[in-house]
C-alpha cells in the first residue's frame, strides 16, 4: 500500500523557475528520501532527511520535513529541461534498506 | 564502479508461465532489494536480501520469490505468470556499512505478460 502521496500529481513550469512538490505519509518515520526516475527508468537517489532534521539542503535542492504534519517539500530552483522527470518520496519506519514505501510520484515538466 | 546491473531488460512472457529475473548489485554492496512498478500500484516493495538471507518482504503472494547467491548477485522469480504481473521491475542495492542510507537502483527489467 502506498504511504506517501505526492502533490501535485503532475506540474509543468517554465525553464528557469522554482518547482515544488509535496508529500505526506501516514505513519512514524526514521527517514524521508526523494528520488528522481527518468522515463521508466531506475530511480536516482536525490536527498535524504531523517525525522529529527527539519530542513536539508543539496545543490539546488531544498527539503523540508513536517513531522507534526507528517508532510515533506522538495524544492528545486532555477529548473533546468533536464530536470524533467517523475519525482517520488519514500519513507522507511526502520533504517538501512528496510522495505521503502513510495508515493505515486509528481511528474515534472520543464518547458525550455 | 559499476552500478546495479539488471537482465534482462525487456521480457515477455504469456500467462502460466515463470519468469527470472536477475540483478547484479554495486561491487561490494551485500543488500538487495527488489521492487515492482505498475502504473496503478505504483511503486512497491518486494523483499531484500542481505548476505543470502531474506531479511524483509513486502505483501506480495508466494509465487513471488527471490534468493541471493554468495556473491551478493540476486535473481527474483515469479511463477504462475498473471496478467497483473506486468510491471517494470527494479533492483536496488545497499551498503550497509556504507553511512550513507540510499538505495542504487538498476535501470529495470520491463516484463509483459500477455
Known amino acids: 500500500s502506498q504511504q506517501g502521496e505526492e502533490d501535485p500529481q503532475a506540474l509543468s513550469i517554465q525553464e528557469g523557475e522554482n518547482a515544488t512538490m509535496n508529500c505526506s505519509y501516514k505513519?512514524?518515520?526514521?527517514?524521508l528520501q526523494w528520488y528522481r526516475q527518468n522515463s521508466g527508468r531506475g530511480l536516482v537517489h536525490l536527498i535524504l532527511?531523517?525525522?529529527?532534521?527539519r530542513e536539508k539542503h543539496s545543490g539546488r535542492l531544498r527539503v523540508t520535513l513536517d513531522t507534526s504534519k507528517k508532510s515533506s517539500s522538495l524544492l528545486i530552483t532555477a529548473s533546468r529541461a533536464a530536470d524533467t522527470a517523475s519525482y517520488f518520496c519514500?519513507?522507511?519506519?526502520?533504517?538501512?534498506?528496510?522495505?521503502?514505501?513510495f508515493g505515486k510520484g509528481t511528474h515534472l515538466i520543464i518547458q525550455p | 564502479k559499476a552500478g546495479v546491473t539488471q537482465t534482462p531488460r525487456y521480457l515477455i512472457k504469456t500467462r502460466g508461465q515463470q519468469v527470472t529475473l536477475s540483478c547484479s548489485p554495486i561491487?561490494?554492496?551485500?543488500?538487495v532489494s527488489w521492487y515492482q512498478q505498475t502504473p496503478g500500484q505504483g511503486l512497491q516493495f518486494l523483499f531484500e536480501?542481505?548476505?543470502?538471507?531474506?531479511?524483509n518482504k513486502g505483501n506480495f503472494p508466494g509465487r513471488f520469490s527471490g534468493r541471493q547467491f554468495s556473491n551478493s548477485r540476486s535473481e527474483m522469480n515469479v511463477s504462475t505468470l498473471e496478467l497483473g504481473d506486468s510491471a517494470l521491475y527494479l533492483c536496488?542495492?545497499?551498503?550497509?556499512?556504507?553511512?550513507?542510507?540510499?538505495?542504487?537502483f538498476g535501470s529495470g527489467t520491463q516484463l509483459s505478460v500477455l
Open positions: 519514500a519513507t522507511t519506519s526502520g533504517g538501512g534498506a528496510d522495505g521503502l514505501t
Open positions: 505513519t512514524s518515520i526514521n527517514n
Open positions: 532527511i531523517r525525522s529529527n532534521e
Open positions: 561491487s561490494g554492496h551485500r543488500s
Open positions: 536480501y542481505f548476505s543470502e538471507t531474506q531479511r
Open positions: 536496488a542495492s545497499f551498503n550497509p556499512t556504507g553511512g550513507e542510507e540510499k538505495l542504487f
